[in-house]
């Protein structure tokens, strides 16, 4: 093999690679947004409810879940951890945000 036959064997690997990264992207955005969608109802639950934005308990649970998924798919259970406590804190202040929404300019 050539050199240039190497450059364009490299050029299109990596090409390809970045396509299923690129889709692979786009479907963990798209997941994102309906679990917001999920979570902006559970918001609207609390808020109906005056239940708390947070739920620390909950929370715990679904870290340990995830780093013990993370475990199995072989990714860093921290970086698992680390991205779900992102996410959670998104969520919290998205439910703090309904809250106050549903409490009234008067509250």
């Known amino acids: 093999m050539t050199t240039s036959n190497t450059d364009e064997y490299v050029t299109a690997e ?3 690679l970045r396509e ?3 889709n692979i992207d786009a ?3 798209h997941m994102l947004a309906e679990r917001f969608k999920a979570t902006q109802q559970v918001g609207h639950l609390k808020a109906a409810h005056h239940l708390p934005p947070a739920d620390p308990a909950r ?3 679904q870290i340990a879940r995830l780093r013990q998924l993370a ?3 072989r990714l860093d259970p921290a970086f698992a951890e680390k991205l779900l406590n992102f996410i959670v804190a998104e969520v919290i ?3 703090e945000r309904i809250a106050e929404e549903s409490a009234g300019p008067d509250a």
Do not use: G, Q, T, Y
């Open 20 to 22: 299923s990264i690129d």
């Open 14 to 16: 990596l090409n390809r």
């Open 59 to 61: 929370e715990a649970r």
């Open 93 to 95: 202040r998205h439910h």
């Open 71 to 73: 475990e199995s798919a």
């Open 27 to 29: 479907a963990v955005v």
